[in-house]
């Protein structure tokens, strides 16, 4: 049973650049949430993504945008990055919007 | 504003003796309790998810929830050096997203 993978791993940017975070889901689910992680904090909801449409949001900028794709997979887009959009962003997928949620490794993204 | 409350730690326990640890929240009409471990610089693994009041036992964890007192709580029985790791309190309430806190440090002294 496939888990929820994620790529790149790890990612290093400069201000200003634009990124794509890549996750594909578990097995069976329907529903992917991202994810930001800073160094020292809870995982922040940036959004959620079910049949192809964005489901609800978190307070994070207009910068951040996604995609999900008709086979449940689903991309992170930031634009114009900040030193401060450095994190461990993280996909997360359920059956489901607010069933249980099966995170992926992450993709740790440096911006400099 | 939902919150979840988590003391940062870092919370210390000899090997082979019981790690609790503690989560209170804000909101009363939350339904869904989730205990996820984050081992440094890897994502959260679920261990445990609680949705009525009273405890959840699987192997070595127990979930503890009090809907009355806004409280959940996670308790590591025959701690383990492997077990050191952050251990995030997250919860659902209604039609929102997942709610963690920041997460406690549970350092097992060998």
């Known amino acids: 049973d496939a888990g929820v993978t994620q790529s790149p791993t790890h990612l290093i940017k400069t201000r200003g650049q634009q990124v794509t975070l890549r996750c594909s889901p578990k097995?069976?689910?329907?529903?992917v949430s991202w994810y930001q992680q800073a160094l020292g904090q809870g995982p922040q909801f940036i959004f959620q993504?079910?049949?192809?449409?964005?489901?609800q949001r978190g307070n994070f900028p207009d910068r951040f945008s996604g995609h999900q794709f008709p086979n449940y997979s689903s991309e992170l887009n930031v634009n114009a990055l900040l030193l401060g959009d450095s994190a461990l962003y993280l996909c997360a997928s359920s059956l489901g919007s607010w069933e249980t949620q099966y995170f992926g490794p992450g993709t740790r993204l440096l911006v400099l | 504003q939902k919150e979840v409350e988590q003391n940062s730690g870092p919370l210390s326990v000899p090997e082979g003796a019981i790690a609790s640890l503690n989560c209170t929240y804000s909101d009363r009409v939350s339904q869904s309790f989730f205990w996820y471990r984050q081992y440094s610089g890897k994502s959260p693994e679920l261990i445990m998810s609680?949705?009525?009041?009273g405890d959840k036992e699987d192997g070595r964890f127990t979930a503890q929830l009090n809907k009355a007192s806004q409280y959940v709580s996670l308790l590591i029985r025959a701690s383990q050096p492997s077990d050191s790791a952050t251990y995030l309190c997250a919860l659902y309430s209604g039609n929102t997203p997942l709610v963690f806190g920041k997460g406690t440090r549970l350092s097992v002294i060998a």
């Open positions: 993504y079910y049949e192809e449409e964005e489901r």
């Open positions: 097995s069976g689910h329907d529903t």
């Open positions: 609680i949705y009525s009041n």
